[in-house]
């Protein structure tokens, strides 16, 4: 059960696009499986989910966020960057042992 | 509106025990997945554990198999999370969560394990 990898930091300016990237294995992120998801975290709150089923926005949650897999790695792009979005971003995965893991985290912020 | 709310946090020392409970609302507790996940001061977030809909199924990360267990109670709307053998390492808000097809759609505020001497 290691922890997918996340890299620790990614910056933007106001308007910019980034992108987050989550490395797994083929026993989680390259799964059959479609049970991958993204939160966002901002400090002193609880996460908040972003993306399911891979690239699936719950309702209320902007466009701006999107989800995308290849192979063994997710990634969560977002565009028009704001300062609102300025938090901690997880990956999470079910896994071929019926577990789930999260991603190292990211901490995104807005230039 | 779905509703979760943690409670039974505090400072334990180590080698000790704790039981944490979830108190949930707003939603059919009975039809869903329930999850632990935890985060140690200034980390990430960690998966414990989850427990199926009907109680029949649990599973755990590997860090606390054998040491944690997780339960519920679908007539109170209440999950349990029994924690024994506590170290430092155990220190973290813990969080429930309700499962809803391979994601976690709601999230409690979380409650505070200290283990320390």
């Known amino acids: 059960q290691s922890a997918l990898t996340q890299p620790a930091s990614v910056s933007g300016s106001p308007g910019q696009s980034i992108t987050i990237s989550c490395a797994g294995t083929s026993s989680d992120i390259g799964t059959v499986y479609n049970y991958i998801s993204w939160y966002q975290q901002h400090p002193g709150t609880a996460p908040k989910l972003l993306i399911y089923?891979?690239?699936k926005r719950p309702s209320g949650v902007s466009t701006r966020f999107a989800g995308s897999r290849s192979g063994n790695t997710a990634s969560l792009t977002i565009s028009g960057l704001q300062a609102e979005d300025e938090a901690d971003y997880y990956c999470?995965?079910?896994?071929?042992?019926?577990?789930?893991?999260f991603g190292t985290g990211t901490k995104v912020t807005v230039l | 509106h779905v509703q979760l709310v943690e409670s039974g946090g505090g400072v334990v020392q180590p080698g000790g025990s704790l039981r944490l409970s979830c108190a949930a609302s707003g939603f059919t507790f009975s039809n869903h997945g329930m999850h632990w996940v935890r985060q140690a001061p200034g980390k990430g977030l960690e998966w414990v554990g989850l427990i199926r809909f009907d109680g029949t199924i649990e599973k755990y990360a590997d860090s606390v198999r054998g040491r944690f267990s997780i339960s519920r109670d679908n007539s109170k709307n209440t999950l349990l999370l029994q924690m024994i053998t506590l170290t430092a390492e155990d220190t973290a808000v813990y969080y429930c969560?309700?499962?809803?097809?391979?994601?976690?759609?709601?999230w409690g505020p979380g409650t505070l394990v200290t283990v320390s001497s």
């Open positions: 999470y995965s079910y896994t071929t042992t019926s577990t789930y893991v």
């Open positions: 089923g891979v690239y």
């Open positions: 969560a309700m499962e809803d097809v391979g994601r976690l759609d709601s």
